[in-house]
């Protein structure tokens, strides 16, 4: 069974550009969520997804935002990036919502806004 | 919120076991308890988790005190293979509304 999958895996991008970054979860998984992990914060939760509504949504800026879609595939959005949004961006799934449904999570896309 | 701490580091020999605290005092009656394992340029990999009762599959056992505020992961038999950051999340963040919310993680090193 193919893991979650994220791309791209590596990005740079520059201050002010905006970012999409994609997420497959594993098949049968119909929650995915989006967390971002940096050396300084750990890792933090960004939002939740489940039947292509947003379910929950953590602490941070509007420019952040995302989707699934009806094959459960997820996308997140950055605009106006910032050099503080040089993080990894890791994507998990899960088979349900709440907090018995282990995450699965992928490799990540690790993003460096210059 | 949910906080959780960890201790940054642990050290332990090969083929020997492996205890990893936790303190979750803040979590809610509802909320389970998770442990997560990342090692370097991969994303977490799910390890245990439960809610009151003590816990075990193939990978890892989980000690929960009495009072939840608490957990312990057991690796009965640590192997280089076990060297890790782990992570325990003490539920959600804000009563179930905002995602798991993970510790810092323990740097767990395994001497050979």
């Known amino acids: 069974k193919a893991g979650v999958t994220q791309t791209p895996r590596y990005l740079i991008k520059t201050r002010g550009q905006q970012v999409t970054l994609s997420c497959s979860p594993i098949?049968?998984?119909?929650?995915v969520s989006w967390y971002q992990q940096t050396p300084g914060q750990g890792l933090q939760f960004l939002f939740e997804?489940?039947?292509?509504?947003?379910?929950n949504k953590g602490n941070f800026p509007g420019r952040f935002s995302g989707r699934q879609f009806s094959n459960s595939r997820s996308e997140m959005n950055v605009s106006t990036l910032e050099l503080g949004d040089s993080a990894l961006y890791l994507c998990?799934?899960?088979?349900?919502?709440?907090?018995?449904?282990?995450?699965?999570f992928g490799n990540g896309t690790r993003l460096t806004v210059t | 919120d949910a906080k959780t701490t960890q201790p940054n580091s642990m050290e332990s020999n090969e083929e020997e076991p492996v205890h990893l605290p936790c303190n979750h005092s803040?979590?809610?009656?509802?909320?389970?308890i998770h442990w997560y394992r990342q090692l370097p340029s991969q994303g977490p990999e799910y390890v245990i988790h439960?809610?009151?009762s003590n816990v075990n599959n193939r990978m890892a056992s989980l000690a929960i005190a009495e009072d939840r505020k608490s957990s312990t992961l057991i690796l009965h038999r640590a192997t280089l293979r076990d060297a890790a950051v782990y992570y325990c999340?003490?539920?959600?963040?804000?009563?179930?509304?905002?995602?798991?919310?993970f510790g810092k993680g323990t740097h767990l090193i395994i001497q050979p």
């Open positions: 439960g809610l009151t």
């Open positions: 803040t979590i809610s009656g509802t909320d389970y």
């Open positions: 999340t003490g539920g959600y963040s804000g009563g179930g509304a905002d995602g798991l919310t």
């Open positions: 998990a799934s899960s088979l349900a919502l709440g907090p018995n449904s282990p995450l699965h």
């Open positions: 997804y489940f039947s292509e509504t947003q379910r």
């Open positions: 098949s049968g998984h119909r929650s």
